[in-house]
């Protein structure tokens, strides 16, 4: 897991994690459970909550899928 603040020009935030799951299977999750928090989704991993936008990427990484989850104002 990986946590990278950026405070110099504007709020942004970023985590990385690693699943077995699929992407598939982790955006339906993740749809559930922002939208109970207020986030309404954009299109496909992306997330609007008033002035924030939070991005949902996947890429591969061996037997793993690496998750980036990326938070900043829009």
């Not at 109970?36 to 991005?55: A, D, H, M, S, Y």
């Not at 591969?60 to 938070?71: E, K, N, T, W």
Request: with cysteine.
């Amino acid at each position: 897991r990986d946590l990278h603040l950026s405070l110099r020009r504007q709020r942004q935030m970023c985590i990385r994690d690693r699943s077995s799951e699929s992407e598939e299977k982790i955006l339906a999750f993740y749809k559930e459970a922002l939208s109970q928090l207020g986030w309404k989704v954009n299109r496909g991993g992306e997330f609007l909550r008033g002035e924030e936008i939070l991005t949902i990427d996947f890429l591969p990484d061996g037997d793993y899928l690496a998750i980036r989850f990326s938070l900043e104002p829009r």
